[in-house]
């Protein structure tokens, strides 16, 4: 992810409208909201898809949930970054690359707790489907020594 390339917000309409109040406002479109934008490349089309979610933090790593609001599928962007691991996050005014992965299931229950605990609706969420909603875990990509 170069910087240079187009980069194709989320089809819904609520969030590519929030995806462009973020931007403008440099990350405080919702005060109070640990919101964040998440790039990932498309799987099927290669393109660069930008979604924004909310997201816990444990240390440095940024936790997310693959919700999907409740749906009996996983969302576009887990999907996207299980098959291409290489993110770019938007952290209020900071843009930087990370890795994301799914949480092992030895971590899961502790961050999954997490993520409750701050958006109890993850709860409702869990209930409304048979899937187990993955928990992502993203790290700031290491620079590479020169």
Known sequence: M??????????????ARHIRR??????????????????TRGRKSGKLRRTALLHVRDGDR????????GADRHPAWYLNLTA???VTLQ???????ATART????????LWALVVAAMPSYQ????????????V??????REQP
């Open 2 to 15: 170069d910087g240079r390339e187009e980069i194709t917000d989320s089809p819904d309409a609520w969030v």
């Open 22 to 39: 973020y931007v403008e406002t440099s990350g405080r479109a919702r005060p109070g909201m640990n919101d964040l934008l998440l790039t």
């Open 62 to 69: 940024y936790v997310l949930v693959a919700s999907n609001r």
């Open 84 to 86: 291409n691991p290489d």
């Open 91 to 97: 952290v209020g005014p900071k843009t930087f690359p």
């Open 103 to 110: 949480a092992t299931p030895d971590e899961r229950p502790r």
């Open 124 to 135: 409702d969420y869990q209930e409304a489907t048979d899937r187990e909603i993955p928990v």
């Open 137 to 142: 875990v993203v790290d700031r990509a290491r």
